[in-house]
């Protein structure tokens, strides 16, 4: 129970403040609007660092992440009879929080048009150039240099360890994000577009589910690919 509410409560924080950057940045009449890249890499790096102190607070290892919990698994770094809990907790927390800005940002959205900035973009990411291929890849090597690291940073919930994990998430997203806008987290993509589609969004467009494969199986295997070099290395 305690990894299901520790990882339900940190994607919970990690989406209403990342999420909550992306609409601050879009919507019509807010002040962060037309902020730039390093705004929002910065944004999404501490709001990983907050969910994960949450996380932690409340008896979660701070995954947050189903593409470090599979590859964690996968190779003996974390035990499966976890795993689906975690999972639950991801999933979960990713979508309430996506469903909080909404209600946060409501007023903004109802002044805002789909080809003003009101698109799925404010909750997940889409491909700078579309090339599916590209596109996975792209998500498989960051989300590798992201999961490589972090298992070489031992127990990420303690210290001032959750604001390297920031600052990681920072550098991988100004490094190798601009292609695809760095998902690194099918939870962090699949449940905010899913909100964003079912939920009563003023004047929302598409979810471009066409695109959502790409966020939630590259994560998963460049985590797979991490853990599998962890392992054989260690």
């Not at 019509?28 to 709001?47: E, I, P, R, S």
């Not at 689906?84 to 048009?113: N, R, S």
């Not at 090339?131 to 940073?153: D, G």
Request: charged residues 5%; glycine residues 14%; hydrophobic residues 50%.
């Amino acid at each position: 129970m305690s990894g299901f509410l520790g990882e339900f409560l940190g994607t919970m924080i990690l989406i209403v403040l990342g999420v909550g950057c992306g609409a601050g940045i879009s919507l019509n009449k807010a002040y962060a609007k037309g902020q730039g890249w390093l705004f929002v890499t910065l944004a999404w790096g501490m709001a990983v660092t907050f969910g994960v102190y949450v996380a932690g607070q409340f008896g979660s290892q701070g995954h947050l992440n189903p593409a470090v919990t599979i590859g964690f698994a996968a190779f003996g770094f974390f035990p499966w009879s976890q795993v689906m809990p975690y999972l639950l907790g991801q999933f979960a927390g990713a979508f309430v929080g996506a469903a909080l800005v909404i209600l946060h940002y409501y007023p903004h959205f109802k002044e805002t048009k789909a080809d003003e900035g009101n698109s799925v973009g404010i909750f997940a990411t889409g491909p700078a150039i579309n090339s599916p291929f590209f596109n996975f890849l792209s998500e498989t090597i960051a989300t590798f240099v992201f999961i490589f690291t972090l298992l070489n940073l031992g127990n990420f919930t303690q210290g001032l360890k959750p604001l390297i994990v920031g600052f990681l998430i920072m550098v991988v997203g100004q490094a190798l994000g601009s292609t695809t806008g760095f998902a690194l987290n099918p939870a962090r993509d699949f449940s905010p577009r899913l909100a964003y589609a079912i939920l009563p969004v003023p004047n929302k467009g598409g979810a471009n589910w066409a695109y959502a494969w790409v966020p939630v199986l590259g994560p998963i295997a460049g985590g797979l690919l991490a853990s599998g070099l962890q392992f054989l290395l260690k």
